[in-house]
């Protein structure tokens, strides 16, 4: 079966460590992104990646950092410099970054800092 | 800047029609619209391009104002599954390719 998994569904973090979040995809999508949720808002744009090894900040970047060395993997690391990094984040991908096509979501992985 | 939605939320018996609105202040390329349920992933419904190509489910109707940069997706004959949150996203014609924009959310709740 193809699609998108993000692990783990809940994590919980102590503030001040650095944590990443998992994100796989064996649909053979050129683009992926992070999008940050918070209760009751819509979905907000931390990173994408249109290629493999290039990527672009998004709307909330600061406190973020992703990688993209291999087509299939696109983790996300929380640092301690985000300053409220409790949310549900949601990787997805899509056929191509160039426009027009639907976005595939993981499950999303429900962070919590305390 | 993020697009806006219309209403924020609605609540519709069973078969009732609403309509959900989406508006840019940028020129968009193009409009998507997801339905998420609650503690779930956004699910695709339909894509709207500018140039008037369309690309989604077949039961799904929407529309886009280019010259407006607004859309519409309606809900017709509404069902208990068409309960959940609607997210349009917009991909405008000034930013880099795949720099998505979601709107807030307009939640629907289909009553029996």
């Known amino acids: 079966d193809g699609g998108i998994t993000q692990s783990p569904k809940y994590l919980f973090r102590k503030e001040g460590q650095n944590v990443t979040l998992s994100c796989e995809q064996n649909l053979n999508h050129d683009a992926m992104y992070w999008y940050r949720q918070d209760p009751g808002q819509g979905l907000r744009l931390i990173y994408y990646?249109?290629?493999?090894?290039?990527?672009q900040k998004g709307d909330i970047a600061e406190g973020y950092s992703v990688s993209r060395e291999k087509k299939e993997s696109f983790p996300l690391t929380v640092t301690s410099a985000q300053k409220n990094p409790t949310a549900f984040y949601l990787c997805a991908s899509s056929i191509s970054g160039t426009g027009g096509y639907e976005q595939y979501f993981g499950p999303g992985t429900r962070l919590t800092v305390t | 800047q993020q697009p806006v939605q219309s209403p924020q939320a609605v609540i519709l018996r069973e078969g009732e029609d609403a309509v959900i609105n989406c508006s840019s202040s940028k020129a968009l390329y193009s409009v998507h619209w997801y339905r998420q349920k609650h503690g779930e992933a956004p699910v695709f419904l339909m894509i709207?391009?500018?140039?008037?190509e369309q690309k989604g489910h077949e039961k799904i109707s929407a529309s886009f104002n280019e010259k407006k940069q607004q859309s519409s997706l309606y809900l017709t004959a509404s069902q208990l599954s068409y309960s959940g949150t609607y997210f349009c996203?917009?991909?405008?014609?000034?930013?880099?390719?795949?720099?998505?924009?979601f709107g807030a959310g307009t939640q629907v709740v289909v009553t029996p």
């Open positions: 709207l391009l500018k140039g008037g």
């Open positions: 996203g917009t991909e405008t014609a000034t930013d880099s390719w795949g720099k998505f924009q």
């Open positions: 990646s249109q290629i493999v090894n290039d990527f």
